[in-house]
């Protein structure tokens, strides 16, 4: 009998992928374009709603840049349609969004252990599918959303995640911006001058500051009292918290140099290649429920960008996640109905890459039980295992909110590890973390060795 996955996102492709690899028959289902979404625009398998950032491809320094290692080493899906589809993007894995989704839609179209149902699922799966992953999303279907609250019992936590609006390259005025990365980093397929930087003054800033916050915004009425993930912040909200929380958040001017002013600028706004030919440059970091004709006139106070063209505006769409700690086993199954796994958003991890990977987990588990084998996690010191422990337990179940994968989730280092020949004192800080990459990577080989061997 085939495994069944619900949902054509990142999690629900890399599960479908990681059974179809381990020779396990898997029927994908995705309600798109049957039932659309308030979010998704195309058709594709592993659209990307938001950003087309993957985040940090630096293995070393960066958490989610090991996560990235990790997944390649386990034959992600994800990452490698990513690495064939990079655009610059500094330090960053970027992409172009339709490439990405295009890949991995004709990779799991062609296989011939997957089959993909574009239907709906109206309520929980039947009884007969013995092996179901739910991997549906923050915009899982209302009917569904229903099913699973009143199979847990539990109420679900809320919030919304905010889209960074697009701007047509050709509209942006050069001659108020330039190019650089922060700090000339050199990334995947970039050179050091990877972002679009327009410059602010500080009366320019504090002119745009004030117009954020007095901006009219959409509202949500009886969903205004939603809490906002901390990593997603609508910019009018950060403005609203401070004059210089912008400044020293996606604003910050640091590693900059303007060379039309000779100068640090005051404030900046960074633009990110969005697709492959470079036509196209979303806002870094300006997620946004402004009103549509607020962020036109509002983003066009911004140096470079008064004659800016739009290709898309900033939107906000409802995300919903489970008690994972509380409601899922060791190995994403509910406990309630272990028949049933969930992978991605929904479990509550956030960001594109971490929603893939447990996609990639939930995939594994369900092949190896589906085989007879056993279903082994990979060890908590790398990132794979820390992200999955931290959502099966490691989280505190009462204030459990999403999260993405960092270095406070890993166990510490043993003092011996942190002390260096000749030091005074230990390791700590930005120090450790290359002796987090260097313990995770010798454990996820010698997890892939013992697996190998068994």
Not at 21 to 29: E, F, I, Q, T, Y
Not at 63 to 91: F, N, Q, T, W, Y
Not at 177 to 182: K, L, M
Not at 408 to 426: D, I, S, Y
Request: include cysteine; hydrophobic fraction near 45%.
């Amino acid at each position: 009998m085939p495994v069944h996955v619900v949902g054509g996102g990142l999690a629900g492709s890399e599960a479908a992928w990681q059974l179809a690899r381990a020779g396990v028959p898997v029927v994908l289902h995705e309600m798109r374009p049957v039932r659309r979404t308030d979010a998704h625009k195309g058709e594709g398998l592993a659209e990307l709603v938001c950003s087309n950032s993957f985040r940090s491809d630096d293995p070393e320094g960066n958490a989610v840049g090991l996560l990235h290692e990790e997944m390649r080493r386990l034959g992600s899906l994800i990452l490698g349609s990513a690495d064939r589809h990079k655009v610059p993007a500094g330090g960053a894995l970027a992409v172009d969004r339709d490439g990405f989704s295009d890949a991995v839609t004709a990779a799991l179209a062609a296989d011939p252990l997957v089959e993909i149902r574009r239907e709906e699922l109206p309520g929980l799966p039947p009884a007969e599918w013995d092996s179901v992953i739910l991997a549906t999303g923050p915009l899982t279907s209302p009917a569904l959303s229903e099913a699973i609250k009143g199979l847990t019992g539990e109420e679900y936590l809320s919030f919304f995640d905010a889209i960074a609006p697009i701007v047509h390259r050709e509209s942006i005025d050069m001659s108020r911006a330039w190019f650089q990365s922060r700090y000339d980093k050199v990334g995947p397929e970039g050179d050091g001058a990877d972002y679009i930087n327009c410059p602010l003054d500080k009366a320019e800033y504090a002119a745009f500051i004030e117009a954020l916050r007095a901006g009219e915004k959409t509202s949500f009425k009886e969903w205004e009292s939603v809490p906002y993930f901390e990593g997603c912040l609508p910019i009018e909200v950060m403005a609203e918290r401070g004059l210089d929380t912008l400044r020293w958040g996606p604003m910050k001017p640091v590693g900059l140099f303007d060379p039309h002013a000779q100068r640090r600028p005051w404030a900046v706004v960074q633009l990110r290649q969005d697709n492959a030919l470079g036509t196209l440059f979303n806002l870094v970091g300006f997620q946004t429920k402004l009103k549509h004709g607020e962020q036109v006139r509002i983003f066009r106070m911004i140096p470079g960008l008064e004659n800016a063209e739009f290709a898309r505006l900033g939107g906000l769409h409802r995300n919903t996640f489970i008690n994972s700690p509380r409601l899922l086993d060791a190995r994403l199954r509910l406990k309630a109905r272990p028949a049933l796994r969930f992978a991605g958003q929904i479990t509550g991890v956030e960001g594109y890459v971490e929603s893939a990977a447990i996609g990639l987990l939930a995939g594994r588990f369900a092949a190896a039980e589906r085989l007879g084998q056993a279903a082994e996690a990979p060890p908590p010191t790398t990132a794979l295992g820390a992200l999955l422990g931290h959502i099966t337990g490691g989280a505190d179940a009462a204030s459990f909110q999403p999260m993405n994968v960092n270095f406070g989730l890993f166990p510490p280092l043993p003092l011996e590890a942190r002390l260096q020949p000749n030091a005074r004192r230990p390791l700590k800080g930005k120090q450790l973390k290359p002796l987090y990459a260097a313990r995770a990577r010798a454990d996820l080989t010698a997890w892939l060795g013992g697996r190998a061997a068994a």
